[in-house]
């Protein structure tokens, strides 16, 4: 048994009086900096009670498995988990669809749910999020830890600017915080006029963290100093985020850090497996560690959900190993990565994302059989002087050529027409660089296109339109 947790049972028991000396590094060092090998046999134990659990309580799990040819009994080690079929998110859909609300996966009695959260449904039917009490406290002491190792402390005050809705994110960080006993300021984001307040707070009471999205620290930033304020004054130490891959694109994070003057920690992996935190930075910013005892995840091949080695590129595939609710065993993020087992100077040994999420596989777009993504063009934007801090991407087709316009705000200290036009080649060529295509530079005045408060949506394929257009007339 280690100190503050006893993993001999499932789930393990947190001690929730339990927090390290200020001082240390970690929370639980003999978990964190195991060696890969005794790790794995502890995965593998929490792995086959978790998937009993599963396949004792859920006809989702057992149908599936059964047609796989797959139970319990055949989980003999780490790598027969790739004999398990994933989960996508559009079959929790049709299971909640057919078995309302929670769906065939709810491995608990619904009175037992404590706490009901889910999407918005934006892109489809909404996913409703069942979270048994013991789940809620697990999760509480999983982001404490990771916190831990961002650098927050129990003296930190913690700005968390994210909506408190349906939205997990947000209120998972609460409870990270909480646990930790930092001071948690939750003012939340979404609301008219919202940001503005938060940043007369932030002046008054200086927190020391700050919690939201990359779009949205920036657009912080902006409205600060529409008030005459210098984002650095307020003292963020540490600056965490989730939501989008702003956090790891390298010209991003160093904007964030040259704006606030503290450090940027890229974290996030799914709502359905929250605690979305176990991909996450620590203070030496070398990429998302992996918290596999935690949330065991394989970065699989797209197409055929095979693992990958070290040093390969693929979506991550996420398996629950603490989860009594609403477990979800191999579910497929869609999301890209490339992933490494090098030493990290923090001494922890989980693999890790050097460069973070990203991308997805559904945000990727072609143009003249050039793969793109949204966030090769962020970080080649973000690292051109006179860049504005806002642009879109508009890919539409012309006769039979598609044509990639990019929409991008000039900083006012470039108004001028000479150094617009050199801030148009410069952008030009380095995107064509960067793309391998060549693109339409669109340039508009800072404060031009409109700012988010949630996670940025900065893609606008017209092909579509252009196709159906095309099939009218051919009629």
């Known amino acids: ?47 086959r009670r978790q998937v009993a659990w599963a396949w ?58 404590a706490r009901i959260h889910g999407t918005s449904g934006t892109t489809g039917r909404p996913t409703v999020f069942g979270i048994g009490s013991e789940d809620w406290a697990r999760i509480g002491e999983a982001h404490a830890r990771i916190l831990w190792a961002a650098g927050l402390r129990p003296d930190d005050r913690v700005l968390i600017c994210s909506f408190f809705s349906l939205y997990l994110g947000s209120w998972g960080a609460l409870r990270g915080v909480e646990r930790l ?65 702003g956090a790891g694109i390298p010209a991003t994070k160093r904007l964030i850090e040259e704006t606030f003057g ?31 005892d935690l949330v065991y995840t394989q970065v699989c091949a797209p197409d055929t959900f095979a693992p990958l080695p070290f040093g390969a590129e693929g979506t991550p595939v996420y398996t629950h190993l603490e989860r009594s609710s609403q477990p979800m065993i191999r579910l497929v993020s869609g999301d890209l990565a490339r992933w490494t087992d090098e030493p990290c100077p923090c001494g922890r040994t989980y693999p890790r994302l050097p460069d973070g999420l990203y991308g997805r596989i559904d945000d990727m777009f ?39 316009l990019i929409r991008a705000e000039y900083a006012v200290s470039h108004a001028d027409p000479a150094r617009l036009a050199k801030l148009s080649a410069t952008a030009t060529e380095r995107l064509r660089a960067r793309l391998g295509v060549h693109p339409v530079v669109e340039l508009v005045p800072e ?20 196709r159906r257009a095309l099939q009218e007339v051919r009629r």
């Open 181 to 245: 006993g930092a001071t948690a300021f939750p003012f939340g984001a979404g609301v008219p006029g919202q940001t503005l307040m938060a940043v007369e707070w932030a002046q008054a009471l200086k927190p020391t963290a700050f919690y939201g999205t990359p779009s949205y620290a920036l657009h912080f930033a902006e409205t600060a100093r529409r008030e005459g304020l210098d984002p650095r004054t307020f003292g963020f130490r540490t600056l965490f985020f989730s939501g989008e891959p």
């Open 366 to 404: 072609i143009v003249r059989g050039e793969n793109i993504y949204p966030s090769a063009i962020e970080d080649t934007l973000r690292a051109i002087d006179g860049f504005g801090g806002e642009f879109r991407v508009i890919v539409s087709r012309r006769e039979t050529m598609d044509e990639l």
């Open 1 to 47: 048994m280690t100190a503050g947790v006893d993993t001999s049972v499932w789930p393990p028991r947190y001690d929730p009086a339990y927090r390290p000396d200020p001082t240390a590094d970690c929370w639980f060092p003999e978990l964190e900096c195991l060696s890969p090998e005794t790790r794995e046999a502890l995965i593998l134990d929490k792995l």
């Open 56 to 113: 004792e309580r859920s006809p989702f799990y057992r149908r599936k498995w059964d047609a796989a040819g797959v139970s319990p009994a055949t989980l003999r080690s780490l790598e027969d988990l790739a004999k398990f079929p994933v989960v996508q998110k559009v079959e929790l859909r049709l299971s909640q669809a057919a078995a309302p609300p929670y769906g065939e996966y709810l491995c608990i009695e619904p009175g037992e749910v």
């Open 447 to 466: 404060g031009t296109l409109p700012r988010t408060e949630f996670k940025a949506r900065r893609v606008i394929d017209d092909r579509d339109l252009y």
């Open 262 to 292: 503290g450090r940027c920690m890229d974290m996030g992996s799914m709502a359905e497996m929250t605690p979305w935190m176990t991909n996450a930075e620590c203070r030496h910013r070398t990429g998302m560690h992996l918290w596999q």
